[in-house]
């Protein structure tokens, strides 16, 4: 059984902390992603990984980053946590010849106070 | 630009009604389309795709058509069950041009018994 996995569900920080949020994933997959969701705007793409140390900005990569040191590890950091960064984030992963079909994380809901 | 217009929910069905969710792009080039469930405390998993003009997808008694002249890709179901309630993601990706997905805000379904 395929798994992504996110290291926590619920995440409360205060404003100004460095944030980090892994994921991993058990599949092999080369690529992958970081999204945020928000009601009314849907899933939203930060930045993805097409390999190890590899990264592309997505469409809202501002006042994040992003880790990749091996290929079933990715980690989404906020540099300095603010309280428009509270929301729902989502890790996904997929193969390169099915960049369609990726699997996701259950999520970590993200609460910045 | 990329984008997919889905409609508003939520949407409340009693069990065995026909369901449609409504699903609109905008996109330049040739978009692949997809449609992705989440059931409640999962991550999102893609249910079916069509990767062409005309195509069609299904999966577990879910269809949807690629039209390229409506610019649509409507999801439908004729019979609906209690299981399927959950929040439904229409989604494009341009694979000629890298791995990025645009998607939908979401549509929550209900099925009522």
């Known amino acids: 059984d395929v798994k992504v996995t996110q290291s926590s569900r619920y995440l409360v920080k205060r404003t100004g902390e460095k944030v980090f949020l892994e994921c991993v994933q058990d599949?092999?997959?080369?690529?992958m992603f970081w999204y945020r969701q928000d009601p009314g705007l849907g899933l939203r793409l930060i930045y993805f990984?097409?390999?190890?140390?590899?990264?592309e900005k997505g469409d809202i990569p501002e006042g994040y980053s992003v880790s990749r040191e091996k290929k079933e590890r990715f980690s989404l950091i906020l540099e300095s946590a603010s309280t428009n960064q509270t929301s729902m984030y989502l890790c996904?992963?997929?193969?390169?010849?099915?960049?369609?079909?990726?699997?996701f994380g259950p999520g970590t809901r993200l609460t910045v106070t | 630009g990329n984008s997919v217009t889905q409609m508003e929910g939520p949407v409340t069905l009693s069990e065995e009604a026909f369901l449609t969710i409504n699903c609109t792009y905008t996109?330049?080039?040739?978009?692949?389309l997809f449609w992705y469930v989440q059931y409640p405390g999962e991550g999102l998993q893609l249910l079916l795709k069509?990767?062409?003009?005309?195509d069609k997808g299904s999966n577990k008694g879910f269809e949807a058509t690629y039209r390229k002249e409506t610019t649509s890709f409507h999801l439908e179901k004729g019979s609906v069950q209690v299981s399927d309630s959950a929040v439904y993601f229409c989604?494009?990706?341009?694979?000629?041009?890298?791995?990025?997905?645009?998607f939908g805000t979401g549509t929550s379904l209900t099925v009522i018994p």
């Open positions: 599949m092999d997959h080369e690529n």
């Open positions: 996904a992963s997929s193969l390169p010849r099915t960049p369609y079909e990726q699997y």
């Open positions: 990984s097409y390999d190890v140390k590899m990264k």
């Open positions: 996109a330049t080039g040739y978009p692949s």
């Open positions: 989604a494009l990706i341009r694979l000629d041009t890298g791995n990025q997905f645009y």
């Open positions: 069509a990767t062409k003009a005309d």
